[in-house]
Every structure is written in C-alpha cells, then in structure tokens.
C-alpha cells in the first residue's frame, strides 16, 4: 500500500441541526494504517468517518483522502468511488437477499452487473456468511446484518474502508474472522476503524487517536507507549 495515503480534516466544523457543534475548528491528519478512533459515546467518531466518506458535508473546512503514489493526490469527498463506510446502523434493502444487497452495493460502486454479483458471492464468502447468500437481509441477524454490511463495504476493493464499530454484535470467532479479513484487506487499502474494542489496539493498528467531546486527547502508535489511549 503507498505510504503516501492520508485521511486529512482541515479547520473542519459541524453541527447537527440546532445542536452544539459536534467538532469546531478541528483539524487532523492520519498517514498511517490501520487507524483507529477510539473514545466514549459522543466523542464524534462516527461523525468523523460520516465526514471523511462524504455522508456529511461539513459547514466549513474541507476533508482530504489522500491517495496515490504522487504526493498530493487527493479524491474529492464528493468522489467516492475509492472510498467506502460502514455505518452503525446496517440497513437491509426491501426484497433483496444477502447476495442481492451486496451486488448492488458493488453495482452502486461502479462494477458490471456481472462483476457484482460474482464478487458478492466472494465477498459473503470471506465473511462467513456463504451459506445465508439466499436469505432476505432482512431476516439475518444483527452480527450477520453487520457482516453483510462489511462486504458491502469491500467488494468493489476501495483504496479507504472507514468502518464505524464492525465488531459491534459479532461473537468472538466471526470477530476473529473478521480481524484476520481486515489484515487481508489492509495491504491493499488504507483502514480508519471506529471502535470501543481497545483490546487488540497494540496488535492491529499503526496508528490510534483518541477524543473527547470533538477534541483529540492522544494521537500516536500504539506500539509506543507513551499514555494511556481511553479516554
């Protein structure tokens, strides 16, 4: 993967609605991955990767996915062929079956009909979920809603996977799957992972960040340990 990949807030502000700014003022850049947020509820990391993939537009400031092998190549936020989110809420289409639901997030991504429903098979596949290809999204499982959702999320081999809580409902061995898939993936894409599962922070990721209340508290590798990473 190029070292030259970065995710880049710049003097960003948003606010929901008429709510008190979610960030103000807030700038970040993360250059090495897997990344990961961490923070409590309401530290603004699932507001961050909705900025960072486009879902959010923020009211002033501007958001960079960096990529490349120049330096200064950036995609728009409005482009987002090379970039996918998971968000926490796995929604499931009306009617589709799982194999369905993931070809058409592929078909979304700019693949042929052909190529998204061959990759979809893969895709469930990788996650664990070949045998439910045929089952409505709407009857699997949370953890399996979550794990479909993922493969929606890297069918169409995205160059950024911002993935807000993709262990949330899993047990430990489709987490573990999970892990090992996002190993795979992480050669060839860069990683930024919102999670309050702060166990595996030494072994899976480069680089954390931790906030609170919109601010960052800590930005470094965990490998060294110069803090404390929770909030």
Not at 5 to 15: G, K, S
Not at 60 to 88: C, D, F, K, V
Request: proline share 4%; glycine share 8%.
């Amino acid at each position: 993967m190029s070292s030259h990949r970065a995710v880049v807030f710049d003097q960003c502000h948003f606010r929901y609605f008429m709510r008190r700014p979610t960030i103000s003022g807030f700038s970040l850049r993360i250059g090495s991955f897997p990344a990961a947020l961490i923070g409590a509820n309401g530290s603004g990391k699932s507001t961050l990767l909705a900025l960072a993939a486009g879902a959010l537009r923020p009211q002033h400031g501007e958001i960079r996915l960096i990529s490349g092998t120049r330096r200064g190549s950036a995609t728009s936020r409005t482009t987002h062929r090379n970039s996918a989110w998971l968000p926490q809420e796995i929604r499931a289409v009306r009617g589709l079956n799982a194999r369905e639901q993931v070809a058409y997030a592929g078909w979304l991504k700019g693949l042929n009909r052909a190529e998204s429903w061959d990759c979809a098979q893969t895709a469930l596949e990788r996650v664990g979920l070949s045998g439910q290809s045929r089952v409505l999204s709407s009857s699997l499982s949370g953890g399996q809603r979550r794990r479909m959702g993922i493969a929606q999320a890297f069918i169409a081999q995205p160059q950024f996977l911002l993935l807000d809580e993709p262990y949330a409902g899993l047990d430990m061995e489709h987490k573990q799957l999970i892990r090992h898939l996002f190993a795979e993936l992480s050669e060839s894409a860069a990683l930024l992972i919102a999670t309050h599962d702060i166990q595996d922070l030494v072994t899976d990721f480069a680089e954390v960040v931790a906030l609170r209340e919109g601010h960052v508290t800590h930005q470094d590798s965990p490998a060294k340990p110069r803090g404390h990473f929770a909030p």
